[in-house]
């Protein structure tokens, strides 16, 4: 993969005056935040570099397993801590965002940080002046892709050891379904590829990713597609809704409801679908959208649940009930779709 050559020596010059490096990822982390951020974290240490991560919040359990997980500070949980680590250091790298506004209430303390920025990310439009130096690619399959290529274009790629390879191994799969979307071109493979080379054992990671369960997520799981799946059939698309009684009776733990977005998408005839999740009562509402083919997920997104993400795969909010937050969906998708297939 091509990289800007003045963007690659910036890079390699601050890494090589950092003498602790701060690592972040987006609130409500998923492998391939959470793959990237441990992945660099692993290089560094092979490199004899100190680095820390800071998350927003809490980390999902099924990602635990990955080598460097229990030395992450969550800046919900510890923010004496994040401000020390914040104050010493001399780098910041953001991984797998566009906008600082991604990391919460995390962003107020960063931004009293002022010493240089890199970003590493597939989303688009990232926002401006976010870096000092940028490395924007949307057409990779995830920031783990995105980071491994940075590294060989770095010419650190013997520096990538076994457990650095387990993390970017895990952020490429989870960010594409297990290779199921965003994986078309030939480079992830090649990527995959050599990673597995060294050394990942594929099924022990399936397994620690897929096969964790907790039986409350799994009968979480079932609740949502019998009793809380709805049908708009007439626009292609449906939706899941979750209260905080659904997720309070099954015992929630963050990372439970990951992926569940994806299951309508898997109904005959349905390209676009959204899951609403009740996060405080009456108050706030995450929401999560897929798509498949043409329509732009990011953009509705943006329009009308204040979000963005990627064209397929988005995210957003709403500040007030759940049953607003779905009467907006059913209010404003259905023209949407309109407009996008009339084009
Ligand atoms: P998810 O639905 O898995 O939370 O997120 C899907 C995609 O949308 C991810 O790439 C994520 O970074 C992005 N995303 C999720 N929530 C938000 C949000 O509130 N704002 C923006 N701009 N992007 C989001
Ligand atoms: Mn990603």
């Known amino acids: 993969m091509d990289f800007n050559n003045e963007h690659l020596s910036r890079f390699r010059e601050l890494i090589n005056n950092a003498s602790s490096i701060v690592l972040i990822p987006h609130k409500n982390s998923d492998g391939d935040a959470i793959g990237s951020i441990l992945g660099w974290w692993n290089l560094f240490h092979k490199l004899g570099k100190k680095a820390t991560v800071v998350v927003p919040d809490e980390v999902p359990g099924n990602l635990g397993w990955m080598h460097g997980a229990s030395d992450i500070l969550v800046h919900e949980h510890n923010r004496k801590n994040v401000l020390t680590a914040l104050s010493e250091a001399d780098l910041l790298m953001f991984l797998d965002f566009n906008n600082v506004k991604r990391t919460g209430d995390l962003a107020d303390d960063l931004a009293e940080v002022t010493v ?110 019998c009793n809380k799946l709805e049908l708009m059939e007439e626009n292609g698309a449906a939706f899941i809704s979750l209260s905080l009684d659904d997720l309070e009776k099954h015992n929630y733990q963050p990372g439970d409801t990951e992926g569940f977005v994806n299951y309508p998408l898997g109904i005959k005839g349905i390209g676009v679908s959204a899951m609403f999740t009740e996060k405080e009562k009456d108050k706030f509402v995450k929401v999560s959208f897929r798509s498949r083919d043409e329509v732009p997920v990011n953009s509705y997104s943006e329009q009308f649940f204040s979000g963005g993400g990627h064209v397929n795969a988005a995210g957003g909010e709403w500040h007030g009930t759940l049953e607003e937050a779905i009467q907006r969906f059913r209010d404003t998708l259905p023209e949407f779709v309109q407009k996008i297939k009339s084009k």
């Open 116 to 225: 240089p920025r890199v970003m590493i990310d597939h989303h688009p439009d990232p926002e401006e002046g976010i870096a000092d130096v940028l490395f924007s690619e949307v057409s990779v399959s995830s920031t783990c892709e995105l980071s491994y290529h940075l590294i060989n274009a770095l010419e650190w790629n013997q520096h990538i050891s076994l457990e650095a390879a387990e993390c970017f191994y895990a952020g490429i799969i989870t960010d594409t379904g297990v290779l199921s979307y965003n994986s078309s071109n030939p480079r992830t493979y090649l990527a995959v590829a050599d990673l597995v080379g060294k050394g990942v054992d594929k099924s022990l990671i399936h397994k620690e990713l897929f096969q964790s369960n907790s039986l409350g997520r799994m009968r979480l799981l079932g609740h949502v597609l």
